[in-house]
Nanobody, 127 residues
């Protein structure tokens, strides 16, 4: 049974930093590109960041470039999202995603090819 379990969300003030983690199980982690998406209340889910199987390649939404960093530890079956300079507009439920069917750079536009989703972790940024 494949599971993606996110953690690390919470309530922070604008300008603060937060690190999200996603622990994967039930699947060969290093075979999957991994990504983070988010969904704000009343809005559609949107792409945030993705990382290739080896971790050598990453992709980011324009809205988070320079502020967020995605990384992975294949020995720990975990992908991270380091978020800094947080803004109230970053408030959302953040979801982890895994795919063996496309590359990291395509995850943002080929969500139909995502194999698994986590249940999400809430990040709230107050002004």
């Amino acid at each position: 049974q494949v599971q993606l379990v996110e953690s690390g969300g919470g309530l922070v003030q604008a300008g603060a930093s937060l690190r999200l983690s996603c622990a994967a199980s039930g699947r060969t982690f290093s075979n999957d590109a991994m990504g983070w998406f988010r969904q704000a209340s009343g809005k559609e889910r949107e792409f945030v960041a993705a990382i290739s199987r080896s971790g050598s390649s990453t992709a980011y939404a324009d809205s988070v470039k320079g502020r967020f960093t995605i990384s992975r530890d294949n020995a720990k079956n975990t992908v991270y999202l380091q978020m800094s300079s947080l803004k109230p507009g970053d408030t959302a439920v953040y979801f982890c995603a895994a795919t063996g069917r496309t590359i990291a750079q395509a995850m943002g536009v080929a969500t139909i090819l995502i194999d698994y989703w986590g249940k999400g972790t809430l990040v709230t940024v107050s002004s």
